[in-house]
């Protein structure tokens, strides 16, 4: 299970925080990440970040103004929004894949999603 938080109603320029926990008992979480979806629209990545070695990939519209990060245990990702934007106004939903110990097969686990509304 995953559960997302920090989401709100910011001005554009402002910053906002999100927050996933995941709760893996028994599997081992391979990586986790940021979308958003915005209405009508298919949902998009929008930062994914490796547990193994911490390596990150942006989509273009958040390099150099969202950062993701994860803690100490690899249980819980980050999303640190700056220089928000009204187009960035959307459900934020985090994702986690991962593997039972010494399995292949991967599960695609979603959070709930949160809204961020970014008012112009």
């Known amino acids: 299970q995953l559960q997302a938080s920090g989401g709100g109603l910011v001005q554009a320029g402002g910053s906002l925080r999100l927050s996933c926990a995941a709760s893996?008992?028994?599997?081992?979480?391979?990586?986790m990440g940021w979308y958003s979806q915005r209405p009508g629209k298919e949902r998009e990545v929008v930062a994914t970040?490796?547990?193994?070695?911490?390596?990150?990939a942006y989509a273009d519209s958040a390099a150099g103004r969202f950062t993701i990060s994860n803690s100490i245990t690899k249980n819980t990702v980050f999303l640190q929004m700056a220089s928000l934007r009204p187009e960035d106004t959307a459900v934020y939903y985090c994702?986690?894949?991962?593997?039972?110990?010494?399995?292949?097969?991967?599960?695609?686990?979603w959070g709930q999603g949160t809204l961020v509304t970014v008012s112009s």
């Open positions: 970040i490796t547990s193994d070695d911490g390596t990150t």
């Open positions: 893996v008992t028994g599997f081992r979480i391979k990586s």
């Open positions: 994702n986690a894949r991962s593997v039972r110990p010494g399995r292949s097969y991967e599960y695609n686990t």
